[in-house]
C-alpha cells in the first residue's frame, strides 16, 4: 500500500512515516498543499493522510478538490489527521470527501488500525487475504503457504500483500514500483527483481508468482 502523508510539522511527519515503513508501507511526504498535489499529480496512492492546517492553505480545500480535479489522481481512500478536534470540523471534513477522521494527539497503533480498516473497506476483505493456499493476516503482518509460516522482510510482505490483492492480474514492474516502493525508489535499479526474487524463494516451490515475458508478473489463482 502506498500512502502520501501530508503534514506540515517535519518532525512529526518523519516519525510517522518511520513507523508506517516499519509497518511495511510505502510513504511518500508532503509538508504543503502544493506540494501535494504535486504527487497527486503523477501518482495513484492508496490512502492520502492529510493534515488540515497547512502553511499555504486549507488541507479542506484540497480534500474538496480531489473529488472533481480531472488533474488530481484521487487516492482510493483519505484519512483526515488534524487538531480540529470539534464536532463541526469533523463533520466537515466528511462531508468534503473524507473517509475518515483522526483528531491528534493520536496513539499511533490507531492510525494503523484505521489504515487496515480503510483497507477492508476499499477492498470489501476482512483482515485474513487468502489466494489459494497463501493466507495473509494484514492485523499482525503474518503470511503463511499450505499452513507454514514464512519469515518475511517488511518489503518482501509487501510485495506478497499487493499480489494478494490483485490475483490473476498481470503487475508490470511499474506497478510494483508505484504501490510497494516509495518516490525514493530508483525506477532503474532491479529492486523489483531482486525482492521478488528472494519472495519466491521463501514462498518455495512450485512458485505461485508467474513471469509474463516482457509484460510483468502474475499471482497464479487455483480454478
Not at 46 to 56: M, R, S, T, W
Amino acid at each position: 500500500m502506498r500512502i502520501l502523508l501530508v503534514e506540515d510539522d517535519p518532525d512529526l511527519a518523519e516519525v510517522v512515516a518511520l513507523g508506517l515503513r516499519n509497518e511495511s508501507y510505502a510513504v511518500d511526504l508532503a509538508g504543503t498543499a502544493g506540494a501535494a498535489e504535486e504527487h497527486l499529480r503523477t501518482t495513484a496512492y492508496d490512502v492520502a493522510c492529510l493534515d488540515l492546517g497547512l502553511p499555504d492553505g486549507d488541507g479542506l480545500d484540497l480534500v474538496r478538490r480531489l473529488g472533481h480535479d480531472p488533474e488530481l489522481h484521487r487516492p482510493r481512500r483519505l484519512l483526515v489527521l488534524t487538531a480540529r478536534d470539534a464536532v463541526a470540523d469533523r463533520i466537515a471534513g466528511l462531508d468534503a470527501g473524507a473517509d475518515d477522521y483522526l483528531v491528534k494527539p493520536f496513539h499511533f497503533t490507531e492510525l494503523t488500525a484505521r489504515l487496515r480498516a480503510l483497507s477492508r473497506r476499499a477492498d470489501e476483505r476482512g483482515t485474513t487475504l487468502r489466494v489459494g493456499d497463501l493466507v495473509l493476516d494484514l492485523a499482525t503482518h503474518r503470511a503463511w503457504r499450505a499452513g507454514v509460516p514464512l519469515a518475511l522482510t517488511a518489503r518482501e510482505y509487501s510485495l506478497l500483500r499487493y499480489f494478494m490483492h490483485h490475483p490473476g492480474t498481470v503487475l508490470s514492474a511499474e506497478d510494483l514500483l508505484e504501490h510497494v516502493w516509495d518516490a525514493h525508489a530508483n525506477p532503474f535499479t532491479a529492486s523489483v527483481r531482486v525482492i521478488l526474487s528472494r519472495l519466491r524463494r521463501k514462498l518455495g516451490e512450485p512458485s505461485p508468482i508467474a513471469t509474463v515475458p516482457q509484460v510483468g508478473y502474475r499471482l497464479e489463482v487455483e480454478p
